[in-house]
């Protein structure tokens, strides 16, 4: 993990639960000098205590390790929020609709930033019938290819998954505006407007 909990983050989540450094150490079966030496950094637990920790602090272990709590705040759903995250990994795909932690093979990824197209990255989209075809003339090799390609308006995801050796082109019913998504392995996210 590129993170691990720190004693700031045990005491604000401690606090916040209104729990002492008795009671909590009484939780996890340890002193409170240890939950002391947690919070003012002169100790960290044990990697066997972060889920009886996490559980204890009303928190998943992912939430813990960043060291915010996820709220529900029941935001206005809206697909245009929707954030991607790729495994450097296994390659999974992962989408949201909002901001979140997630992890994937033991790591926590961060959210792709979409970029503007450039020359090597161009789309094409051709109108056919109620569909558009849509091609990324893009290598397709097992080093470098187009993982997905992914069409987004304020109320619907259409999503199409690649693999190398394929080729980088699919239909999707373009309704209303919106962007469309695309995932290079080698060059990262790409967005155009629709």
């Not at 639960?17 to 002193?31: D, M, W, Y």
């Not at 992912?62 to 697909?79: D, T, Y």
């Not at 082109?169 to 998504?181: A, H, N």
Request: with cysteine; net charge negative.
């Amino acid at each position: 993990m590129n993170t691990y909990v720190t004693g700031a983050t045990i005491k604000k989540l401690r606090e916040s639960r209104e729990l002492t450094q008795a009671e909590l150490a009484e939780k996890l079966g340890v002193s409170s000098k240890t939950i002391s030496k947690w919070e003012t950094a002169k100790g960290l637990p044990d990697i066997s205590l972060l889920q009886p920790l996490a559980q204890a602090l009303g928190i998943c272990v992912i939430e813990l390790m960043n060291g915010e709590q996820i709220m529900n705040k029941n935001v206005s759903a809206n697909m245009l929020r929707c954030k991607f995250y790729v495994c450097p990994i296994c390659g999974n795909v992962i989408h949201t609709t909002g901001d979140t932690v997630v992890s994937c093979c033991g790591i926590t990824l961060p959210a792709l930033e979409p970029e503007n197209a450039d020359d090597t990255h161009e789309i094409t989209i051709e109108k056919v019938e109620d569909e558009y075809f849509i091609t990324v003339p893009h290598p397709m090799t097992k080093e470098h290819f187009i993982s997905f390609v992914a069409f987004i308006t304020s109320d619907q995801i259409q999503m199409v998954k690649f693999y190398p050796e394929g080729n980088a082109e699919t239909r999707l019913q373009l309704r209303g505006r919106g962007y469309i998504y695309y995932y290079c392995n080698q060059h990262g996210l790409f967005k155009m407007n629709v």
